[in-house]
T-cell receptor, first 113, second 116 residues
Framework: AQSVSQHNHHVILSEAASLELGCNYS??????LFWYVQYPGQHLQLLLK??????LVKGIKGFEAEFIKSKFSFNLRKPSVQWSDTAEYFC???????????FGSGTQLTVLP | NAGVMQNPRHLVRRRGQEARLRCSPM?????VYWYRQLPEEGLKFMVY????????ESGMPKERFSAEFPKEGPSILRIQQVVRGDSAAYFC??????????????FGSGTRLTVV
């Protein structure tokens, strides 16, 4: 079955700390990978996406993610977090031309000022 | 340029009542997707519709849930005879006809349904 696993449910960091959120997917075919962010009370916003090519993808607000096919992983990173990064982060994938996304359970990031 | 509009933002229903959740897609988008987020879980796909047509309802519970997207007006997710387990956040996304997760997929802010 298709699934996404996000290892950390809640991460607490101080400002300027580095961030890495883990994401592993389970699917045997071609995937498109996504990270979404949800700020409190707001809609999900796309941070970055990977379809093909360079496995290191840069997104908005200084975030990046690396696709490692052999590990079925797509971890999200940011070298220095800010208080405004406090939000919930979701990893997701779609397979081939499918219209639906399969989401992980999310990681709540709290950045302390 | 309004995004995907969902209303109401919060909805409280007593057990056994009906819940109607509305989703107005972005301008130019004719495809709508509904997802449900149960507490402590990720979003789960429910149904994908285009105007007057259900394309994929593989994620819809077999009973009490239905969805429509009429020629005019918003898409409606309807839950009959709600139970406590229906309490969740319901998100809608829309895309243009040629779009999908890879292009143009835009989410609304969700409707939080609480069944008491």
């Amino acid at each position: 079955a298709q699934s996404v696993s996000q290892h950390n449910h809640h991460v607490i960091l101080s400002e300027a700390a580095s961030l890495e959120l883990g994401c592993n997917y389970s699917y045997g075919g071609t995937v498109n990978l996504f990270w979404y962010v949800q700020y409190p009370g707001q809609h999900l916003q796309l941070l970055l996406k990977y379809f093909s090519g360079d496995p290191l993808v840069k997104g908005i607000k200084g975030f990046e993610a690396e696709f490692i096919k052999s590990k079925f992983s797509f971890n999200l990173r940011k070298p220095s977090v800010q208080w405004s990064d406090t939000a919930e982060y979701f990893c997701a994938f779609s397979s081939g031309s499918a219209r639906q996304l399969t989401f992980g359970s999310g990681t709540q990031l709290t950045v302390l000022p | 340029n309004a995004g995907v509009m969902q209303n109401p933002r919060h909805l409280v229903r007593r057990r056994g009542q009906e819940a109607r959740l509305r989703c107005s897609p972005m301008k130019g988008h004719s495809h709508v997707y509904w997802y449900r987020q149960l507490p402590e879980e990720g979003l789960k796909f429910m149904v994908y519709l285009q105007k007057e047509n259900i394309i994929d309802e593989s994620g819809m519970p077999k009973e009490r849930f239905s969805a429509e997207f009429p020629k005019e007006g918003p898409s409606i997710l309807r839950i009959q005879q709600v139970v406590r387990g229906d309490s969740a956040a319901y998100f809608c996304a829309s895309s243009p006809p040629e779009g999908g997760p890879n292009y143009g997929y835009t989410f609304g802010s969700g409707t939080r349904l609480t069944v008491v």
